[in-house]
Structures are given as structure tokens and as C-alpha cells.
């Protein structure tokens, strides 16, 4: 399941994951950021990540697609219970001059101060 907050003009776009995400939900994300993009750029955005199941092979595919689009991003802020396996030292290195931070769920509202820095 996916949820999208803050679409609006000078809001934080936030993406909050529950279990697995589907090829419907990385579209549904696709298209967020397409419309924050077109309100605003560069992007930040707050990922959070709650009892993660994984990802259907469809969704993988999907999320290869937006690659393009991860260039209009200039922060990323993950906030993950323990369910998420953790952030990947070679992730930042995927999408060059993205600054990405992780915290735990406690931190939240750390991560969306970070984001507004």
C-alpha cells in the first residue's frame, strides 16, 4: 500500500509504504513526482517505510522506468521502522547528486526538518 502527502506547492512530497508495494503504487509515486516537478524543482522528498514486505517483480520494473525522473530530486529522507533492510551504500551512488539520510521512525520529524534545510 502507498500513501502520497504534501502535493502541494512548497510542501515536502511524502511517500509512506506499508507492506508490499505493487506496480499500481510505483505508479501512482511516478506520477506524484512527475506533478511535484512540474510545481517546483529541485524536489525533496520523505520516504516512510512501515512493515515492508518487499516488492512484486512488476513494481521493480516500474521503478526502473522513473529513473529519469530521480534527477529532479535534490534531497531524500527515509524514516523506516526495523522492517527496512536498510539504506545501501551504492543507492547514492545510483542517483548521483541526491543527498540521502535515513532515521528510524522516532525521527521523523528530524527528517522533514533536514529536508526544509
Known sequence: MLEIKGENKGEILEVITQETATQSDLQKFKDALKAKKLQEEPVNILFIFKNIDGNTPKAMLEAWKMVTLLKSIKKSAIVADESF???NENIEK????????????????????????
Open 85 to 87: 533492510v536498510g539504506l
Open 94 to 117: 545510483l542517483i548521483p547528486g541526491v543527498s540521502i539520510s535515513q532515521y528510524p521512525l522516532e525521527e521523523l520529524e528530524a527528517a522533514r526538518e533536514w529536508l526544509r534545510e
